[in-house]
């Protein structure tokens, strides 16, 4: 008899097999008890004669598939997703599997099935909740009529419906990811799309959980002993002094370990060794190092170990990186060739420095040591990152005026050990013309001296002035001033013979200036955070004009003079290695 296969609309086929097994199933159902059936005790007795109906023998599985179970009418349903792990597998169809038979859940209505169909059974047949069981079925067998690649007969579209055990053994190979010999959940790595693992890293050797490897029981010299004695003495005298020696097989596989330069597992960790050894030495020399980089390495070792099958895999990367805590971080600082050269001298004049600034300053009261430096700031201080939903090409960001982005005004500091910021602090803006108004518009502004350039930035005149009308007002007499070597200040204290000041070596201020250390980026942020504050909440106030400006730094200066901020700023000095001893916790 020629069998009868699917070409046209399943869902339209009303004469076809189907229908007659719809019917046959409408049938078997009493309609005086149709009420019963729904919501009476007797849902399960009644759907015992439904299958007894239709299950003529039994359904011979293969493959045991987990599917979410039903659960009862006063839990709600939550997803589950299939889980896989990253070694797998697809079942082989020319070899039985002696795995055991799953069946189908007690309470599985079929007619909820037909129904999500759009087939037109009464809904007498019905119960008032789809399961997440049948839910899957009738998303599976919806699934599978339209695939192009198989060839459907109406009578195993049935029996998939009313069979759904069979499901499990007809359709197990266009799951992937499906593993014949682990197929319930697992809390085990899961992989990820287009993921790779190199064969053999992720076979039997590399599960060391369960297993000790003959590397870790005796090191390759002891090898050497027992391979021996091996030739001499029976095992089981030489079980009795090698006690971790399972059996006389782990000796035939340290010959053939010696012989071919060691196991999978040792080799996997001469190649860990080796990469982590060049990632050290190239950062000791301050290189750029990329994945890429890690990759020529691990694959240059394994050349030399004869690995061919290794191909240094995203997944091995990402567990190398996880190893060794290493991660992608943002260069903050450049360093000229000439200068590494000179690392080493740089190093040696930071520890004589602090050294002998720490006894300069050891018997001065700390409120008469100071450090000042000039520090740049934006017109219009903006956040470079935002929150933004995940999938977004390109991130987008308000600002009041471009131009401000990419200009500064600059800001003279001073900071004592005492754990004092010196007000007001002298500040430069950026006018490319000073208007008459100028001093007016920040009169009122009592924690700022207000100076301007055509640039934004400090010049030796107005370092004159900051010395003047700033400085040596408030400084304590005998006091000490701790600079940097730029040419402007050395240009105007020279010329001071009262004034005590020490000069930082060239190149060292990162690690031996106070401001630099821990100051000048806290001020920054608070500075930057209040502008975005204001920019939200208050849309009309200009943070990036004149009086805008002068509002928020003399409200941040008035701030960070305040002494909740003192501990912070001694912080500051204790960093830089002059105050032996730490400030309490800001």
Known sequence: MEQQTFTGNFFDANDSTLSLHIAAYEN????????????????????????????????????????????????????????????????????ASPLPKTNAPEHYNPANVMRRLNLGIPKRGMTENVTSFEHDIASKVKGTVFRSDLLINVNNVTDLILHPEKMFEDLCFAYEGFDENDCGYSDEYISEEGEEEDPSYSDTEAKTKDRKFLEQKYPQETWIEIIEKYNTTKFTSIQHNYRKLKDRH??????????????TFHKYEK??????????????DFQIVHERDLVDAAMSAADSLGMENFKASEFWIRSFKRRHRIVSRKITNFIATKDLAQEES????????????????????????????????????????????????????????????????????????AGKLMLPVYIVFYETKRPNC??????????????????????SVLVKDWFDTVFMPQAMDDSLLLID??????????????LNYKII?????????????????????FYRIL???IRRRHATFDVSNRKGIGTLLNLTFSQMASPVFSDMIKFAWYKSGYLSERPHLF
């Open 28 to 95: 078997a159902i009493d309609a005086t008890a149709a009420d019963s059936f729904i919501h009476g005790p007797d849902l399960n007795k009644q759907w015992e004669n439904a299958k007894q109906f239709f299950i003529g023998s039994k359904a011979i599985i293969q493959n045991p598939f987990e599917l979410p179970r039903q659960q009862k009418e006063d839990q709600s349903n939550k997803p589950e997703v299939m889980q896989f792990k990253a070694s797998q597998k697809l079942l082989n169809p020319n070899v």
């Open 250 to 263: 782990e000796i035939l596989r340290m010959k053939q370990y010696l012989t071919t330069g060691g196991s």
């Open 271 to 284: 190649i860990d060794e080796f990469v982590i050894n060049e990632f050290i030495k190239w950062k000791q």
């Open 346 to 417: 740089i190093q040696d004049r930071i520890v004589s420095f602090r050294d002998e600034f720490s006894k300069l300053i050891r018997d001065r009261p700390l409120n008469g040591v100071y450090n000042t430096d000039q520090t740049g700031i934006q017109l219009e201080m903006i956040s470079k990152r935002t929150l933004e939903t995940q999938g977004v090409k390109k991130v987008k960001a308000v600002a009041q005026r471009l131009n401000a982005l990419t200009h500064s005004f600059t800001a003279q500091p001073v900071i004592s050990a």
């Open 438 to 459: 100028f001093d007016e518009d920040l009169q009122d502004f009592k924690y700022i001296k207000a100076a301007s350039s055509t640039s934004g930035n400090m010049s």
């Open 485 to 498: 070597s730029w040419t402007g200040y050395l240009k105007v204290f020279q010329n001071q013979p009262n």
């Open 505 to 525: 070596p060239p190149k060292t201020t990162g690690e031996l200036q106070p401001l630099d250390v821990f100051f000048n980026r806290q001020l920054k942020a």
């Open 531 to 533: 502008s975005d504050k």
